[in-house]
């Protein structure tokens, strides 16, 4: 076994200890409303650092960063992923504060510390146990979108309010805005649309 394998093994078995007796002396320790603290913090990225493959952990972006690659990403990250993490990456959203651990600030330093085959091994993989889905399919190679992404985590400390206007119309609509979109739609081609009515709380 090696030295990578048994420092992995003694960290899971520590974590899991460590969350087991959490749970039985501290009620409401599985909660997701708490923040995790810095120990977790620390022991979960540690672990999430062991667990990637040593051949994304410095693997380089392959993808060049051209302004049409970085258009390309910022407007899959609005479809995609600004629903959690915000258009600016900022985290501040509806869902993102509620998951545990919450979104991160994808401007903040020790995420942009994270070298580019880590963040892409996230992206493409994923984050068991958190709210981060596997957005790769397939054999990581092939995945030209993971890595574009990973120049538009790069950009956001940097990202303009221009871009982020440009971003809001890749945004998924809400049920509420597909039934106005509708709803005009219908108005347009000339039919008949029943006025909403109104509601009093």
């Known amino acids: 076994m090696g030295r990578g394998l048994k420092i992995l093994l003694f960290a899971l078995v520590t974590l899991i200890l460590a969350g ?8 409401g320790a599985m909660s997701a409303k708490g ?20 051949r994304f952990l410095h693997a380089s972006n392959p993808v060049p960063a051209t302004p049409e690659i970085l258009r390309e990403a910022r407007r899959h990250f609005a479809d995609h992923c600004a629903t959690c993490h915000g258009n600016d990456g900022s985290g501040k ?23 580019d085959g880590e963040l892409f091994y996230i992206i493409h993989d994923g984050i068991r146990f958190t709210g981060m889905p596997a957005w790769g399919t397939g054999d990581p190679a092939q995945d030209q ?12 400390p940097l990202i303009t309010p221009e871009e982020i206007a440009d971003m ?7 049920k509420q805005e597909r039934i106005e979109q509708e709803m005009v ?11 909403p009515t109104e509601h009093h709380h």
């Open 20 to 27: 087991g007796l959490s749970m039985w002396l501290l009620p």
């Open 35 to 54: 923040k995790p603290s810095e120990l977790e913090i620390r022991v979960a990225r540690f672990v999430r650092y062991l667990a990637t493959p040593q």
């Open 93 to 115: 959203t509806h869902m993102g504060p509620n998951f545990y651990p919450p979104v991160p600030d994808l401007r903040s330093s020790s995420i942009q510390a994270i070298s």
């Open 145 to 156: 979108d993971g890595w574009k992404l990973v120049h538009f985590i790069r950009h956001l």
């Open 168 to 174: 809001k119309q890749y945004n998924p609509l809400t």
């Open 185 to 195: 739609g219908q108005f347009l081609s000339g039919e008949d649309v029943p006025l």
